[in-house]
């Protein structure tokens, strides 16, 4: 697998609904790819991880949630939820990728992320997804989905696959400061203040 197939910010799809649909199964994707991976070429596709994650929570965090926070009747209460189980879930990865993917605890806390993550995507298809696509127009839509690829295009890419994990861990930085420096960008990119 190489870079293109886990950058979110080069799928075509035009509505959010979709890109964010679409994004969910390749989140799915790729943690199987971790868990399958031999322990020695673990790093690779967690780093991929890690990097997918920070860009579709931080797009979906400046873009998409405030929208549905506006929008959406009840909207405070369902992406207040949202928020919560997104920052559970940077915690366990935060720890994860602290522990690093030698640690003989690795898949079964991977295992943890995975439940948790994938219960929070449903949630937010459940809960969110179909009241925007129900309570928004077709151009809301698109504008928002342009929204999330430019958000998402601003991210780090990860070092190209070769590059030592070390130098992988010092380009990316943890998935919080990635997520920080993410967030920073699209603030500014944004014309908002940080
Ligand atoms: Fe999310
Ligand atoms: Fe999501």
Redesign the pocket.
Known sequence: MGDRHTMPELMDENDVVDLLLRQHAMIRDLFAEVESAPPDARGEPFQRLVRLLAV??TA??EVVHPYARRKLAGGDEVVDE?LA??NAAKDMLTQIEKAGVDDPRFLANLDLLRTAVLA??RA?ERYEFTHLRAETSQAERRAMAAGVKAAEALAPTHPHAGVETATANLLIGTPVAMADRIRDVVRKAMGKQS
């Open positions: 579709h929570e979906e965090e949202r189980e997104e929070h995507a937010e």
